[in-house]
């Protein structure tokens, strides 16, 4: 009996994090697809943020079905102790997750920036735009675009990765509170 009980404590956690490495995969691909600004990535963005919301709201799932009793003081407390940014970005990661899986609506939108080809533009360190001379890029006016992916949250564009990056980080401190 003891053995099952100790089972019980330990699991959760283990589950839950597990969920949480399942989901920093996705961010990793995602983060893969967010530093290309190929315009044709857009549809492969979607699918690995569907993945990525599936996976972690697993975990609040697990730690709810492992923790019956002490996780809905847990997961209040969690949302108390956070600033209204962020826990705009948890309920909406939650809310998202259900209609990306279960209706299909898409959660990230691709902005698309058109820059002169013949200037440089730069993007969170990296640089982007034209640097090989193309014959399109005698003409003063061309332009190439830029692709970047953002969250539509309560009126506000955030950027993708970095949000889902966020929302990951205070999963694993609900995880942390579990487990206290």
């Known amino acids: 009996m003891l ?8 699991m959760p956690s283990l ?5 949480v490495r399942e989901a920093r995969f996705f961010l990793g691909e ?4 967010d530093e290309i600004s190929r315009l044709d990535l857009e549809e492969e ?5 569907s993945a990525f919301l599936s996976a972690s709201s697993s975990v609040q799932s697990v730690l ?3 923790n ?8 209040n407390a969690w949302l108390a102790s956070m600033d209204d940014d962020l826990r705009l970005i948890v309920n909406f990661m939650f809310d998202r997750r259900r209609l990306t899986v279960h209706q299909g609506k898409g959660s990230a939108r691709q902005l698309v920036e058109h820059v002169h080809v013949l200037k440089e533009k730069v993007k969170e360190g990296r640089a982007h735009g034209a640097r090989v001379i193309q014959p399109w890029a005698y003409d003063n006016g061309a332009t190439i675009g830029i692709a970047t992916y953002v969250l539509a ?3 506000h564009q955030l950027p993708a990765v970095a949000t889902c990056d966020r929302y990951l980080a205070a999963l694993e401190d609900l995880i942390a509170r579990c487990e206290g």
């Open 45 to 49: 963005f979607g699918f690995q943020v």
């Open 3 to 10: 053995g099952r009980y100790h089972l019980r404590l330990t």
């Open 68 to 75: 019956p009793g002490t996780f809905k003081p847990h997961r």
């Open 15 to 19: 589950l839950a994090q597990k969920k």
């Open 64 to 66: 709810s079905v492992e």
């Open 153 to 155: 949250i309560d009126g």
């Open 30 to 33: 995602l983060r893969k697809r």
